[in-house]
């Protein structure tokens, strides 16, 4: 049990985390049903449609996250596995999968790396462009 100082940091960053991530959960609580409850104005009900499905969704992400504290399966790429970075953790503390799978999720291009190396590869022979004919054509024509 060598990591056992390790774990212990870990876990005091998970108990920050999971507080942060229950306030949020409250305050988009509150936020979801201030939306859902004024239903005054027609004129916004578009806006606030847009607005109830993005708190809503945020809401999902932050279930999620805490539930994954819980079962301590927090930090780990849903799809591979692999530990999500802390950079990334740190932006998006409800992420859920490692950049490479949020990418292929998304069904976007990578961001990193330009498509294809140019002139780095061997080149195949040029086929013969019949130089040699055009030679033969001015000799003849002149
Ligand atoms: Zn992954």
């Excluded at 806006?47 to 499905?53: K, M, N, Y």
């Excluded at 932050?62 to 591979?80: D, F, H, K, N």
């Excluded at 990334?88 to 503390?93: A, F, I, Y």
Aim: aromatic share 2%; charged share 20%; with cysteine.
């Amino acid at each position: 049990m060598s990591t056992d100082l390790h774990h212990q940091a870990d876990q005091h960053r998970l108990t920050m985390l999971r507080e942060s991530l229950t306030d949020q959960f409250a305050s988009q609580t509150a936020r979801l049903t201030e939306l859902t409850a004024d239903t005054g104005d027609p004129a916004e009900a578009h806006t606030r449609g847009a607005l109830i499905a993005a708190t809503r969704q945020s809401l999902d992400h932050l279930a999620g996250a805490l539930r994954r504290i819980a079962e301590g399966s927090y930090g780990l790429c849903e799809r591979c596995e692999v530990s999500i970075p802390s950079e990334r953790l740190e932006v998006r503390p409800q992420a859920r999968f490692c950049v490479p799978c949020q990418q292929k999720a998304h069904g976007g291009p990578p961001t990193a790396g330009p498509p294809g190396g140019a002139g780095s590869g061997p080149h195949p022979p040029a086929p013969g462009l019949g130089g040699g004919d055009r030679w033969s054509v001015r000799i003849l024509s002149s």
